[in-house]
């Protein structure tokens, strides 16, 4: 699907019916998502209960910021509602695209992690939808032998848990070839990703090269971590991997526990949560563009996504992570093991060109992995590039 054209897959869900001419038929808010299957069968299912009238359609993650800052800036092509990743918001928000909460919803009961991912320049730019990032999951009860300190304080713990943890049949750790799961090793060693706030590159230094090897030694046949999953897969396979046990401690996030999990009773059920050092806390937002043609519709399906009730819900059900003290409080167990598990995680730097840093880190991450270059040759690419792109964007 090009950047230039909508995703062709539009799911028209349940709207009032009226007959007639006056008053003309209530128009759908028009929704654009990063949902995951399981959560866009949940919105379909609020929908419908509750008799509210949209078009959900799914944006591509991968270039979800610049398909919808192009939507954005085209009056004919504007959604009135979309749910972004956290790290999409000081572009979209320094572009001046995004339409301010109204009162009531700015004066919710946020939480302060969430409250900080919404907010740009001092004030609520969105409506958290659920807080995210990157924790150890394992299975409840525990694979043996289970390491007598738990959680691990840094990666040199959690490695030798991991290869404590592998046995015939079981690796003890699983993480994706991704630049996003390489943020605690660099963090480990004294390293980052790039801050354009501060205009520092994090990766200029050995330490950052030194945590890329460490990463792609878990890897390793000889490592404890399980092979990487073809490209495409990566999902579904660790998936799979854990809940049959062939993986001890999972690195992944909230998004993956439908998943990974059992459901006892109508709860996620089966995992635990534990912190991962020099973990990312990222989240997802609902914004409302300037454009949208319908803003209070927009703003009231935003308000009921993050109503107290149904965040407590999808909690249970989804794994994810309520925004709101109301909603956290009646949350499930597994999600506030992972609220719990992310209050010590910090969050990537909030700059316009955080997102993109990971377009040059994945491939990287990747070629290091699979031995097609040194850590210091893949390195050396991604200072290159990202001295072009903080040089590039304001």
Same mark, same amino acid.
């Given at each position: 699907?090009?950047?230039?054209?909508?995703?062709?897959?539009?799911?028209?869900?349940?709207?009032?019916?009226?007959?007639?001419?006056?008053?003309?038929?209530?128009?759908?808010?028009?929704?654009?998502?990063?949902?995951?299957?399981?959560?866009?069968?949940?919105?379909?299912?609020?929908?419908?209960?509750?008799?509210?009238?949209?078009?959900?359609?799914?944006?591509?993650?991968?270039?979800?910021?610049?398909?919808?800052?192009?939507?954005?800036?085209?009056?004919?092509?504007?959604?009135?509602?979309?749910?972004?990743?956290?790290?999409?918001?000081?572009?979209?928000?320094?572009?001046?695209?995004?339409?301010?909460?109204?009162?009531?919803?700015?004066?919710?009961?946020?939480?302060?992690?969430?409250?900080?991912?919404?907010?740009?320049?001092?004030?609520?730019?969105?409506?958290?939808?659920?807080?995210?990032?990157?924790?150890?999951?394992?299975?409840?009860?525990?694979?043996?032998?289970?390491?007598?300190?738990?959680?691990?304080?840094?990666?040199?713990?959690?490695?030798? !848990? &991991?290869? +404590? /943890?592998?046995?015939?049949? %079981?690796? @003890?750790?699983? =993480?994706? $070839?991704?630049?996003?799961?390489?943020? #605690?090793?660099?963090?480990?060693?004294?390293?980052?990703?790039?801050?354009?706030?501060?205009?520092?590159?994090?990766?200029?230094?050995?330490?950052?090269?030194?945590?890329?090897?460490?990463?792609?030694?878990?890897?390793?046949?000889?490592?404890?971590?399980?092979?990487?999953?073809?490209?495409?897969?990566?999902?579904?396979?660790?998936?799979?991997?854990?809940?049959?046990?062939?993986?001890?401690?999972?690195?992944?996030?909230?998004?993956?526990?439908?998943?990974?999990?059992?459901?006892?009773?109508?709860?996620?059920?089966?995992? !635990? &949560?534990? +912190? /991962?050092?020099?973990?990312? %806390?990222? @989240?997802?937002? =609902?914004? $409302?563009?300037?454009?949208?043609?319908? #803003?209070?519709?927009?703003?009231?399906?935003?308000?009921?996504?993050?109503?107290?009730?149904?965040?407590?819900?999808?909690?249970?059900?989804?794994?994810?992570?309520?925004?709101?003290?109301?909603?956290?409080?009646?949350?499930?167990?597994?999600?506030?093991?992972?609220?719990?598990?992310?209050?010590?995680?910090?969050?990537?730097?909030?700059?316009?060109?955080?997102?993109?840093?990971?377009?040059?880190?994945?491939?990287?991450?990747?070629?290091?992995?699979?031995?097609?270059?040194?850590?210091?040759?893949?390195?050396?690419?991604?200072?290159?590039?990202?001295?072009?792109?903080?040089?590039?964007?304001?």
């Amino acid at each position: 699907m090009s950047d230039h054209a909508w995703p062709a897959a539009l799911l028209t869900l349940c709207g009032l019916a009226c007959g007639g001419s006056d008053p003309p038929p209530t128009r759908a808010v028009r929704f654009v998502h990063t949902f995951s299957p399981a959560e866009a069968a949940a919105l379909d299912e609020l929908l419908t209960t509750t008799h509210r009238s949209a078009e959900a359609t799914l944006l591509p993650f991968a270039r979800g910021e610049a398909v919808l800052g192009q939507a954005m800036r085209k009056a004919d092509d504007c959604p009135d509602l979309a749910r972004i990743d956290a790290t999409w918001l000081p572009a979209l928000a320094g572009d001046g695209l995004l339409a301010a909460p109204p009162p009531e919803l700015a004066a919710r009961d946020w939480l302060p992690e969430a409250r900080e991912l919404a907010s740009h320049d001092g004030a609520l730019a969105a409506a958290p939808m659920s807080i995210d990032g990157l924790v150890l999951l394992h299975r409840d009860p525990p694979p043996q032998p289970w390491p007598a300190a738990w959680p691990p304080a840094d990666l040199d713990a959690l490695e030798a !848990a &991991a290869r +404590a /943890l592998t046995a015939p049949g %079981r690796w @003890g750790l699983g =993480l994706r $070839v991704d630049g996003y799961w390489l943020v #605690p090793f660099l963090r480990a060693r004294g390293a980052d990703v790039a801050d354009g706030t501060r205009g520092t590159l994090g990766i200029d230094g050995p330490a950052a090269e030194q945590a890329l090897d460490e990463m792609a030694a878990l890897l390793r046949p000889d490592g404890p971590a399980a092979p990487p999953a073809p490209p495409g897969t990566e999902a579904e396979t660790e998936a799979r991997r854990f809940r049959s046990g062939a993986i001890a401690l999972l690195v992944t996030g909230p998004w993956a526990l439908p998943e990974v999990s059992d459901v006892r009773g109508g709860q996620l059920s089966g995992v !635990a &949560a534990a +912190a /991962l050092p020099g973990a990312p %806390r990222g @989240g997802q937002l =609902l914004v $409302v563009p300037k454009c949208a043609r319908d #803003p209070g519709g927009a703003w009231q399906l935003a308000a009921a996504l993050t109503d107290a009730d149904l965040q407590a819900s999808w909690s249970m059900r989804l794994g994810m992570v309520p925004t709101t003290a109301a909603g956290l409080a009646k949350a499930g167990h597994v999600a506030k093991q992972v609220y719990a598990a992310l209050v010590t995680a910090e969050p990537l730097p909030r700059h316009p060109a955080s997102a993109a840093l990971f377009d040059d880190l994945n491939p990287a991450v990747a070629a290091v992995v699979a031995g097609d270059a040194t850590a210091a040759e893949a390195m050396a690419g991604v200072r290159r590039a990202w001295s072009r792109l903080l040089e590039a964007t304001p």
